[in-house]
């Protein structure tokens, strides 16, 4: 097993106040609460107001997190924002970020994996750190996932919540820290799940309003499949590169999608579900804040403590999935 290069300090979290239940639901489609917890787990969502922007929500969540870890925000090196709902297109989100936290001394840049951003953005702070380029580094996942919802479509409406989960990633001091990361994409599959217009190919205009298509879209059946195939084989490859079994495994932290994925997930890796974390039931899915959401939920109700062995694993559109496992 490979001495770890970085690990994880501190974590923190943002949820909005308001809820969107089932019962909202089952007054505008034609759905129940009784289809939606069957079909998904979700119970209900959070949604963002106007102010609650992923830098706002972001600067409360990386807040938490310094506090925790007892790093001034002078010292913060990097700012990964993973997101795919960004505040807007330029500059980055966590350039915006950066100054509502008043981080002079980091550099910041977004990074686009839909649901697997935050696993994305641990590699990509992993590899920073082992290559000497920085020493302190907040990874974020934030979304605003109301803002890409077409309420007249019942395959994504009732799925969808806002949020904000961040960690702050630094030289690991010993054997804990990142044991293993694994990354994949399949672009060929990108039009299963995605937002056909807003983005330079299509700007915004009156044609984009007239047909929704700035909405996301999802061909439900396709991607669970999918999802439930590409999930495996990240828990596969995290545990056979970190040295590892289901066995070793205290704690498994995916991507809240949906509950059957979760379910299905969690058998493969022989891990039994008492051993697995999910809230999908109380925020839906938050594409990349879902897993450093649920850690942080984690570390405070002490569902992970020193020397814990955690899989987070991951999958979205691109498609793109992978996992991390970490000795905490």
Same mark, same amino acid.
């Given at each position: 097993?490979?001495?770890?290069?970085?690990?994880?300090?501190?974590?923190? @979290?943002?949820?909005? *106040? %308001?809820?969107?239940?089932?019962?909202?639901?089952?007054?505008?489609?034609?759905? *129940?609460?009784?289809?939606?917890?069957? @079909?998904?787990?979700?119970?209900?969502?959070?949604?963002?107001?106007?102010?609650?922007?992923?830098?706002?929500? &972001?600067?409360?969540?990386?807040?938490?997190?310094?506090?925790?870890?007892?790093?001034?925000?002078?010292?913060?090196?990097?700012?990964?924002?993973?997101?795919?709902?960004?505040?807007? /297109?330029?500059?980055?989100?966590?350039?915006?970020?950066?100054?509502?936290?008043?981080? %002079?001394?980091?550099?910041?840049?977004?990074?686009?994996?839909?649901?697997?951003?935050?696993?994305? &953005?641990?590699?990509?702070?992993?590899?920073?750190?082992?290559?000497?380029?920085?020493?302190?580094?907040?990874?974020?996942?934030?979304?605003?996932? *109301?803002?890409?919802?077409?309420?007249?479509?019942?395959?994504?409406?009732?799925?969808?919540?806002?949020?904000?989960?961040?960690?702050?990633?630094?030289?690991?001091?010993?054997?804990?820290?990142?044991?293993?990361?694994?990354? %994949?994409?399949?672009?060929?599959?990108?039009?299963?799940?995605?937002?056909?217009? &807003?983005?330079?190919?299509?700007?915004?205009?009156?044609?984009?309003?007239?047909?929704?298509?700035?909405?996301?879209?999802?061909?439900?059946?396709?991607?669970?499949?999918?999802?439930? /195939?590409?999930?495996?084989?990240?828990?596969?490859?995290?545990?056979?590169?970190?040295?590892?079994?289901?066995?070793?495994?205290?704690?498994?932290?995916?991507?809240?999608?949906?509950?059957?994925?979760?379910?299905?997930?969690?058998?493969?890796? *022989?891990?039994?579900?008492? %051993?697995?974390?999910?809230?999908?039931?109380?925020?839906?899915?938050?594409?990349?804040?879902?897993?450093?959401?649920?850690?942080?939920?984690?570390?405070?109700?002490? @569902?992970?403590?020193?020397?814990?062995?955690?899989?987070?694993?991951?999958?979205?559109?691109?498609?793109?999935?992978?996992?991390?496992?970490?000795?905490?």
């Amino acid at each position: 097993m490979k001495r770890p290069f970085a690990q994880l300090v501190g974590t923190g @979290r943002y949820t909005p *106040s %308001k809820v969107h239940d089932n019962a909202y639901f089952e007054k505008i489609l034609d759905t *129940s609460d009784q289809w939606i917890r069957e @079909r998904t787990g979700i119970s209900e969502r959070r949604i963002s107001e106007p102010h609650e922007t992923i830098a706002y929500m &972001g600067t409360k969540a990386c807040m938490q997190v310094l506090n925790d870890a007892g790093v001034p925000v002078e010292d913060v090196d990097a700012i990964i924002v993973a997101t795919a709902s960004p505040d807007r /297109l330029l500059p980055s989100t966590a350039c915006d970020l950066q100054a509502v936290l008043g981080a %002079k001394n980091a550099s910041a840049f977004d990074l686009q994996a839909a649901c697997s951003g935050f696993i994305y &953005g641990l590699t990509v702070a992993e590899g920073m750190i082992a290559a000497g380029n920085a020493e302190n580094i907040l990874v974020v996942g934030g979304e605003r996932l *109301s803002s890409m919802i077409d309420y007249t479509d019942r395959t994504v409406a009732i799925l969808l919540g806002d949020g904000v989960g961040a960690t702050l990633v630094r030289p690991a001091d010993g054997e804990r820290g990142i044991l293993s990361t694994y990354i %994949k994409s399949d672009g060929t599959l990108g039009d299963l799940l995605y937002r056909p217009g &807003g983005g330079a190919s299509h700007p915004p205009d009156e044609e984009l309003i007239r047909t929704r298509g700035f909405y996301m879209r999802m061909a439900g059946r396709e991607v669970f499949k999918s999802a439930v /195939l590409c999930m495996s084989e990240a828990v596969d490859q995290a545990l056979k590169r970190a040295g590892l079994t289901g066995d070793d495994i205290d704690l498994l932290i995916p991507h809240q999608a949906n509950i059957r994925i979760i379910e299905a997930t969690a058998k493969h890796a *022989s891990v039994p579900m008492d %051993k697995v974390y999910v809230n999908i039931d109380r925020y839906g899915n938050t594409s990349s804040a879902s897993i450093p959401i649920a850690l942080d939920e984690c570390v405070r109700e002490g @569902r992970i403590g020193e020397g814990s062995v955690v899989l987070f694993v991951a999958f979205g559109g691109g498609f793109t999935w992978g996992s991390v496992a970490l000795r905490w």
